[in-house]
C-alpha cells in the first residue's frame, strides 16, 4: 500500500462528547436536571475530518439488496485518503454484540485510547462507515472487486479507508473488512453458483464464438458476483452429420472447463435419445475421456418425450457409469412434462434428477411442487421462479435441500444484465442455511465438489 497522509499533522487528537438529540432538545427548555430525572447518558466520540467526506457520497448499492454504498463524489487516486473512519469509542467490557460496525483499535494506540478498545461506527462514523465489503479471492480466483483498504494507524485518526487503485467518480467503492471478518459466512452466503447452457457447437458463426462467449459469460457473473458455474452442453445445435455433431459439442463443453476450471468446475454434456446404441458409446467416452459429469436432455429438440422407451437404455447407462441427469421439464412443452420426469424418478430410484425449468408456470411449479412432495430425487432448478413466496413455500413444504439455483443465462447474445433469479432467492424469507443450500451446497453436493 502506498503511503498516504491521512489527517491534517497539525490536528491533534480529539474525542468529544454528544448527548442524544432528545436531550438536546429537553435541555434547551430546561436548564437544570431534577434530582427525580435520569442524568443524561454521554457518549464518546472519535472525531472525523469530515473534508473527506465531500469526496465521496452515500446511496443504494449495486449489490442486490444490498442497502446503501459507499460511491466516488470526485476522481480519488491510487494512494490517496477516502475517508476517516468515526464512531462512538466503546470500552472492552462493553463492546455490543453482533454489532457489524464494531472495529477494533490497533493495540499499539491503546495507550491513547485507554480505556477504549473498540469504535462502534453505526453512528458518527462517517462516509466510510457505508463501505460495502468485497472478497480479494473467492475459490481462489482474484477477483479485482477491492478499490479500497483499511488502514489502522498507532496515532489519530487511528482508522483510514485509502484507494488502491484509481476510482472514477460514480464508481461503488469495495473493501476488505479486515482479518476479523467472517469470511466463511460470505463464502457459503448467496451468489456461488449457477447452472447455464453454452450456445455452442456448430451453431456458432466464426472462429472466435467461443472467445466472446466466454469473455461475456464471465463479464455477466462477474457483475452478479456468480464465482462458479456448471456449463451444459447447447441442446438446439445443428445435427447434419449426426453423432459427429453430438460428439464435436461435447467436445467443446470439455474444452471449455479445461480452459477455466476454477470458474467452470462442472461441464455436462448430451445425447440424443434418437442416435440409439451409438449414444451408449458416446456416454462411455463423456465420462471415462472427456471426464464429463452430467447429462443434458431437452426434449423438445430432440424429438421424444421425456419418459419415452429410448430413454430407458440410457439413463441405465447413466447410472452405470456415474453421470447426473440433467432433464428440461417446461411447461410450454407436453414433451417436457414435468410428471413424465416423475415416471422416471420412480423408475431410477438410484439417480439424482435435476430438473430444469419445471416453474414455468404457476400452475407447473405448484405441480413440481407436488410431485417433489410425493419423490426424493428429484432437485429443481430455480429457472423462471415465480417469486420470493413460491421459494419459501417451496422450502417449508419440501425442504431447501430440493431446490438448485438455476440462472437461466445464454451467454451470446447475454439473456439479460442482472439476474432476477438471484433477487427473488434473496428477497425470500427463508434463512440464510436455506438460501446457502440453494445457492451453493445443493450443487456442490450433487456433483462432488469439495
Known sequence: ????????????KAFFVIGMFFTVIFLARIAVIRADETPVKLVPVLKINKEYDKRTTIKPSTVPNGGNGLFAAAPIKKGEVIGELGGRLVTAEDPPANQPYLASIPECAWEETQPYRYLDSKDFGGN????????????G???????????????????VFVALKDIEPGAEIWSSYGPHYEYDKFMTAPEVHHLGSLTGGSLQEGNDWQ??????????MEANAVTMAAILAATGYIQADGIKDTMRCNDTVAAYRKRDPKRFPVACGIVEPLHGVRSLAELERMK????????????????????????????????????VPLVHTNAESNLEAVWRLERLALEFPEL???????????TNSQLALDIAKRTSNILFDTAHVRGPAYIRQFVEAVGSHRLIFGSLFYSYPASYEHCATLDEIKAAKISDEDKANILARNSRKLFGLS
Open 211 to 220: 472467445e466472446r462467449d466466454y469473455t461475456n459469460r464471465v463479464r455477466i
Open 128 to 139: 466510510v462507515s457505508r463501505t460495502n465489503f468485497a472478497p480479494s479471492k473467492i475459490n
Open 1 to 12: 500500500m502506498e503511503a498516504a497522509t491521512p489527517h491534517d499533522p497539525n490536528m491533534k
Open 288 to 323: 471415462h475421456e472427456l471426464h464429463l459429469d452430467g447429462v443434458v436432455w431437452h426434449s423438445r429438440f430432440q424429438g421424444v418425450a421425456v419418459d419415452h422407451q429410448l430413454m430407458r437404455p440410457l439413463l441405465k447407462k447413466v447410472r452405470e457409469v456415474g453421470l
Open 352 to 362: 439424482t434428477f435435476v430438473s430444469m425449468d419445471a416453474l414455468t408456470t404457476n
Open 141 to 159: 480466483i482474484e477477483t479485482d472487486f477491492q478499490n479500497a483498504a483499511i488502514a489502522q494507524l498507532c496515532s489519530y485518526p487511528y482508522f
